[in-house]
């Protein structure tokens, strides 16, 4: 009768252990690498780095139209036996330029100038003006801000002329071989703004009259206020 009751028993266990291992063996062997369920792993690999986006270009594809005044001063040399000062005195100079943005921070376009100059110390009643023109490339420093600094560099073919004592009009004409251009434009809307610039300008003067000597360097300067048009603007 016991034997009987252990023969039975016993056979309603076997299937139950036969179920367990059989529920545990496919886990094992599907993953063998797999830690104990008591073993907790950190996953201490570095997360991927987000992509942040470049901010919007606002010079690339731009045209800007620029025009400025400002007081001027030509000193130096028209030749080496003739000083500036001799047959020009300050001026008034207005500028203006047109360009193109090629990049975020660079514009390529062309300039010109005019000045009118009053009498030199060579002559009471004299009066002197200068035209000039060439390309230009500009450089600009900040992007997004109402206030964006910028440096210009340029060349340009130059004229001047002023009458001299005796009533002639004495005539130059040569290379501004270096233009350089200080400014900053704030935007007082989305495409209209103003701003102060500096000028620098070195020139030489191929042709001239035979009275000023041999080629020498001249030297003008302005500082002044430019207002300017950016399109399609910001």
Known sequence: MKRALLVGVGTLFIPALA???????????????APPPSVHLVDDSDPE????????????SHVLV????APAWSIGELGS??????GLG?????????????SRSVVVGAWGGFS?????RRCDSCSGRALSVGPFVRYHLA????????????????????????????????VEWLHLELGADYYALSGVGFGPYGALGLSTYGSRPD??????????????LRFFLDLPGR
């Open 49 to 60: 780095p987000t992509f942040t986006p470049r901010a919007k270009d606002l010079l690339g």
């Open 66 to 69: 620029g025009a400025g005044i």
């Open 81 to 86: 036996r003739l000083p500036t000062t001799r």
């Open 211 to 224: 009275a000023a000597g041999d080629a020498s360097v001249n030297v003008d300067l302005s500082v002044g």
């Open 116 to 120: 009118g100059f009053s009498d030199g």
């Open 90 to 102: 300050v001026g008034f100079s207005a500028r203006a330029d047109a360009g193109f943005g090629i």
């Open 143 to 174: 992007q997004g801000f109402r206030f964006n600094p910028w440096l210009m560099m340029g060349a340009a073919y130059r004229q001047l002329s002023f009458v001299d004592a005796s009533g002639d009009r004495q005539k130059f004409s040569g």
């Open 19 to 33: 179920h367990a291992e059989g529920s545990v063996a496919p886990s094992a062997a599907l993953d063998p690498d």
